[in-house]
């Protein structure tokens, strides 16, 4: 049975899902994400979890689909379709614009410490580009 991990992307970091859960199928485990973010959805503030996304991937890390949470807010689902088609859009929209500023941003740190190590300075540790 595949073994499947719900990891959270939230708009600063990704809490990898370290135990998992084994699923029939793909279409179990987007019914199980739906069950996730429901939950995590529960007492929270659309404001703080707007961008949030659930990455479902396989046991070996391979995506298979992501899950965008501010669609399935109480106050979202309620509005008109082409109004919610809208907020998905523009949430979706500027999640990948996040993910994009974080590549960035990885790559800018990672650039300094091959700089430094060239000239022989010492660098600060890091990892995957972030300072320890």
Known sequence: MPHYHFNLKTALDTIHDLEGMELPDERSARSHAGEVARELMTNRDLRAMRLWRL??????????????????????????????????????????????IKAVRMTVFQVRGTIARSEGMPYVAALDGIRL
Do not use: M, W
Not at 75 to 93: G, T
């Open 55 to 100: 990455s479902v991937c396989d046991g070996y890390g391979k995506s298979h689909f992501e899950l965008l949470l501010a669609p399935l807010h109480p106050s979202i689902c309620q509005l008109p379709s082409e109004i919610r088609a809208s907020v998905e859009d523009l949430c979706q929209k500027t999640a990948s614009l996040n993910d994009a």
